[in-house]
């Protein structure tokens, strides 16, 4: 750094160097609103990342799935037999006895899409007709096609004329597959859909949602809490491992309200207005914070104010709303056109929402959100998952489930309170096979 | 002193007491930082609310070595300079050749307030009052001040040049002809 020695410059620098004036009055409140805004910023932006990595992660799971699914096929099956497709091209029918010929076509038959083939009695073919065989019969007829013609010419025999219509009945038959076949599974005599169809191994994507009942949202008795109605949906991916079992993982939003008629103070710490249950045991999942700057008193319709550390009671309503991660397994009891299964799981829940208010006659005075709740919870559940296949595809089911919060949902001391929800969650799940 | 760093290990740990001390202790100073860099009191609230924020959510890169009050000091300045860059950089400013200063000697200065010379430094065009600001008050040379800026050497000089023409005249307009505050010798 350097300094000039300029007139101007020392005329403000004595006069601005350390110059001081008293920022505004509420500038401290912006700047603690501000704050606050900007951690549920964060918070969501960590949730958006953790959110999108995790579905990133499913999408290439599931792709990479399908692919090998259709790779393991190709690769491991179609080549040792389109090995066997292309040998009989390699054969030299003028070199090579009459009887080898014949030998050689029985091999082809074999591998050819129409293996079960039986013919009936040996059916006499024009020579000709033999030659005209349609390209669209893929390579196996292309394979078998050759061999056939060479032979036919070499060898007039009635076995060797049988051997040719089974070769025509069987490069019909591969048109016939063909439509609705992929070639190289037509050409390998391979049924693409024997694996999902055995009932093992299959992806499924199920939406689903619930009403949910809380118990009284409270950590104590003495209270006049009431658990609100809530709602919770999501979409969960599952995995077929096997007849049996199927684990399943996706996202969830879940909601939890309360209403409560009880006593309270005020106090006002750092310009936030905050309302302070005076049974914190008995109430409430904590204090709750109003940080409206406008906020200084509460005026009911009567004309009663709140004044700081006089008690007054008050209706408050709460709600907060959990972006859950769940990880569960459930097993097939029985799985027919209806199937019943249990399942039972972890969920890793998200604060995403915290909203609280205080109200007169349904109608809200002022609004915050409660303090000190936990970011992070962990819940376990249990239920009995009931299904109805409406399809090929699709699956109905009702699953009455219970979740149970292992961590209380407030960090304050005084507040231990660990809710319990029933649902009944009703999902369509549509399985990919 | 000691004080002051319980205050700051308990505003790494989030504690809002400790951050509305430490805001207590240092906004009046700060926001005399902000007022030199901005053109009017709602941005220089602007300046110190976001200041004050990133000194609440950096506080833990502050490694006690060093004066704490000019690591806020760098803060606020970088805030402002931030600032510049997003709203003011493209205000065309008058390019110039270095200004041939004048030389002045001071009579007396002891009419002109501090306030008065923060409304004139006010009122100098965004660039010109940054690089005023970095250089006569905050001490950095031209070179520093190109890099912070993203100018050349010499626009900074010509802009500083400029910047005290411009303050010059409004203090000679104000209280040099009336009070006898500045001479100008030639």
């Known amino acids: 750094m350097t300094t000039e020695n300029h007139f101007i410059d020392q005329l403000f620098k004595e006069n601005l160097g350390n110059f001081e004036q008293n920022p505004p009055v509420g500038l401290l409140e912006q700047i603690n609103q501000k704050m606050v805004y900007r951690s549920k910023i964060r918070r969501m932006n960590q949730l958006k990342a953790i959110i999108g990595i995790a579905a990133a992660m499913v999408l290439i799971f599931m792709a990479g799935w399908f692919t090998m699914d259709q790779n393991q096929i190709v690769n491991n099956e179609i080549p040792q037999q389109i090995k066997q497709v292309n040998t009989p091209k390699?054969?030299?029918?003028?070199?090579?006895?009459?009887?080898?010929?014949?030998?050689?076509?029985?091999?082809?038959?074999k591998i050819s899409p129409v293996k079960q083939y039986r013919p009936n009695k040996a059916q006499s073919i024009p020579e000709n007709t033999v030659s005209k065989q349609p390209d669209a019969t893929g390579k196996a007829s292309a394979a078998v096609e050759p061999a056939v013609i060479e032979s036919?010419?070499?060898?007039?025999?009635?076995?060797?004329?049988?051997?040719?219509?089974?070769?025509?009945?069987?490069?019909?038959?591969?048109?016939?597959?063909?439509?609705?076949?992929?070639?190289?599974?037509?050409?390998a005599g391979i049924q693409p859909n024997s694996r999902k169809e055995s009932g093992k191994g299959g992806w499924g994507l199920k939406a689903e949602i619930s009403p949910m009942i809380a118990t009284q949202m409270q950590s104590g008795a003495a209270s006049n809490a009431k658990a609100g109605s809530s709602i919770s949906g999501g979409m969960i991916a599952s995995y077929r491992m096997n007849d049996k079992i199927t684990v399943s993982s996706g996202i969830r939003l879940t909601q939890m309200k309360q209403g409560s008629h009880s006593d309270y103070t005020m106090a006002k710490t750092s310009g936030i207005t905050y309302l302070q249950p005076v049974q914190k045991d008995a109430n409430l999942s904590g204090d709750i914070s109003l940080y409206l700057p406008a906020v200084s008193s509460i005026v009911y319709s009567n004309g009663m104010q709140t004044t700081a550390n006089n008690i007054f009671t008050s209706d408050v309503s709460q709600e907060f709303k959990y972006l859950e991660i769940p990880i569960q397994a459930t097993y097939k009891?029985?799985?027919?056109?209806?199937?019943?299964?249990?399942?039972?799981?972890?969920?890793?829940?998200?604060?995403?929402?915290?909203?609280?208010?205080?109200t007169e006659n349904g109608i809200k005075l002022s609004q915050g959100r409660t303090d000190n709740m936990r970011d992070v919870l962990y819940s376990g559940s249990a239920g009995i998952e009931?299904?109805?296949?409406?399809?090929?595809?699709?699956?109905?089911?009702?699953?009455?489930?219970?979740?149970?919060?292992i961590n209380s949902i407030s960090s304050n001391d005084m507040v231990n309170f660990k809710p319990m929800q029933f649902g009944l969650f009703t999902g369509i799940t549509y399985s990919f096979r | 002193m000691a004080q002051l760093e319980e205050i700051i290990y308990k505003c790494r740990e989030g504690n809002s007491g400790a951050q509305t001390a430490l805001y207590r202790l240092f906004s009046a100073k700060m926001y005399g930082v902000c007022l030199r860099y901005a053109k009017d009191t709602g941005e220089a609230e602007d300046i110190l609310q976001e200041g004050f924020l990133r000194v609440f959510t950096k506080i833990n890169q502050f490694e006690f070595k060093g004066s704490f009050e000019g690591w806020m000091r760098r803060i606020m300045v970088n805030t402002a300079l931030e600032k510049f860059r997003k709203h003011d950089r493209l205000y065309p400013v008058e390019e110039m050749k270095i200004y041939e200063s004048t030389e002045f000697v001071e009579e007396t200065i002891s009419s002109i307030t501090a306030g008065d010379l923060m409304r004139i430094i006010q009122e100098l065009p965004p660039r010109y009052r940054m690089v005023f600001n970095l250089f006569a008050i905050e001490g950095y040379s031209h070179l520093e001040i190109s890099e912070m800026m993203n100018i050349s050497e010499g626009t900074s000089k010509s802009n500083l040049s400029r910047a005290r023409v411009i303050l010059q005249k409004s203090v000679e307009e104000n209280f040099g002809s009336d009070k006898k505050v500045v001479k100008k010798i030639q």
């Open chain 1, 90 to 109: 390699q054969i030299n029918p003028e070199k090579i006895p009459a009887n080898q010929l014949a030998v050689n076509q029985q091999k082809i038959t």
């Open chain 1, 152 to 187: 036919s010419s070499s060898v007039q025999t009635n076995e060797s004329l049988a051997k040719k219509a089974m070769a025509d009945e069987a490069a019909a038959a591969a048109k016939k597959e063909k439509k609705s076949t992929p070639l190289y599974f037509a050409d």
């Open chain 1, 386 to 405: 009931l299904g109805y296949d409406l399809g090929k595809n699709l699956v109905l089911t009702v699953e009455p489930r219970v979740k149970q919060y």
């Open chain 1, 333 to 358: 009891l029985l799985d027919k056109q209806i199937s019943v299964g249990v399942t039972g799981g972890l969920s890793t829940n998200f604060l995403v929402g915290n909203f609280a208010s205080v």
